[in-house]
């Protein structure tokens, strides 16, 4: 049985990150992630550049910065492995596929993927994402 729109395809973007973060967990241990991402409250909005002073490591897993960081501990050998990693645990959630292949966003989606692009970018030059990412 399904109610609405249960079929519509339609991007995950932050809801993935508590799943992504248990995944990191599962495989690393509390101690290995939390010493590359915070987990305080950051008070701040979820695309904030958030690092803590003195050791640089995001604030929280649960802002964009917290969550390039904890998606780079995803073990695997590229990032297509890691992805495949991420994507079937969500579908284990969702139980079914989550896969879409090259899904266009919408302008605003888009924006911020590039956004992201360049957090990941500063957050690798600062030594924040696990070396193998």
Not at 49 to 55: D, R, W
């Amino acid at each position: 049985m399904t109610v609405g729109d249960d079929d519509a395809a339609f991007t995950i973007q932050s809801m993935s990150k508590p799943f992504v973060l248990a995944l990191a967990l599962h495989n690393l241990g509390r101690e290995a992630v939390f010493a590359r991402v915070g987990a305080e409250p950051s008070g701040e909005p979820f695309n904030a550049i958030s690092l803590e002073a003195g050791t640089g490591r995001p604030a929280n897993p649960m802002v964009n910065a917290g969550a390039i960081a904890t998606t780079s501990l995803v073990p695997g050998p590229d990032i297509d492995d890691r992805t495949g990693q991420i994507v079937k645990m969500m579908s284990a959630f969702a139980g079914r596929s989550l896969w879409k292949e090259a899904v266009a966003l919408p302008a605003p989606e888009r924006r911020r993927f590039l956004e992201d692009t360049g957090r990941r970018r500063m957050a690798d030059m600062l030594g924040i994402l696990d070396a193998a990412a």
